[in-house]
T-cell receptor, first 112, second 114 residues
Framework: GESVGLHLPTLSVQEGDNSIINCAYS??????FIWYKQESGKGPQFIID?????DKRQGQRVTVLLNKTVKHLSLQIAATQPGDSAVYFC???????????FGTGTRLTIIP | DSGVTQTPKHLITATGQRVTLRCSPR?????VYWYQQSLDQGLQFLIH???????AKGNILERFSAQQFPDLHSELNLSSLELGDSALYFC?????????????FGPGTRLLVL
């Protein structure tokens, strides 16, 4: 079946370093991808999205890379801060189909 | 703050009971989505409403139902509750188009079934 998964369930990064969170997807028809951040006790918070006609998109301290050839998505966070500690989810969707499929999440811990 | 509100924040009830969760979308958003988040299954899409009409169903049990009202707020009704229904229930909303758009999540309702 179709699935969205993450290579690493946990990731610890030293404060100030860059972090990379990876996500693999299997639905080749997916053309829209989103990264969400979920802090403890809160709802998922939109970080950045990318459509399949792009392979890179940058935001504030975050960059999403999309490799459609190998169905891989990554989220890069530059100069990590303690507030970046959270669970990060990737989600995929197909344009015209409102349903999003979420990955299981990666817990990012920033070490002071 | 995403602009999506959910009530109540916490709910404790017993097996066999029925509860109603409420969601108000962001101002201007016509779509409302409901998700269930449990420890072992992550975020599971339940159902999507657009401007009062059901648009898509996910892994929603027959014991669960939802609706979206003319003022665009939505309610998720959970009946004949079981222990396994204990989870976080999130509502999300997105903009005026029916096509796939960024979903903004509310703070969630934590349901505990005893």
């Amino acid at each position: 079946g179709e699935s969205v998964g993450l290579h690493l369930p946990t990731l610890s990064v030293q404060e100030g370093d860059n972090s990379i969170i990876n996500c693999a997807y299997s639905n080749s028809a997916s053309d829209y991808f989103i990264w969400y951040k979920q802090e403890s006790g809160k709802g998922p918070q939109f970080i950045i999205d990318i459509r399949s006609n792009m392979d890179k998109r940058q935001g504030q301290r975050v960059t999403v890379l999309l490799n459609k050839t190998v169905k891989h998505l990554s989220l890069q966070i530059a100069a990590t801060q303690p507030g970046d500690s959270a669970v990060y989810f990737c989600a995929e969707g197909v344009f015209g189909n409102e349903k999003l499929t979420f990955g299981t999440g990666t817990r990012l811990t920033i070490i002071p | 703050d995403s602009g999506v509100t959910q009530t109540p924040k916490h709910l404790i009830t017993a097996t066999g009971q029925r509860v109603t969760l409420r969601c108000s979308p962001r101002s201007g958003d016509l779509s409302v989505y409901w998700y269930q988040q449990s420890l072992d299954q992550g975020l599971q899409f339940l159902i999507h409403y657009y401007n009062g009409e059901e648009r898509a169903k996910g892994n929603i049990l027959e014991r669960f139902s939802a609706q979206q009202f003319p003022d665009l707020h939505s309610e998720l009704n959970l009946s004949s509750l079981e222990l396994g229904d204990s989870a976080l229930y999130f509502c999300a909303s997105s903009g005026p188009e029916t096509d796939l758009e960024t979903q903004y999540f509310g703070p969630g309702t934590r349901l505990l079934v005893l």
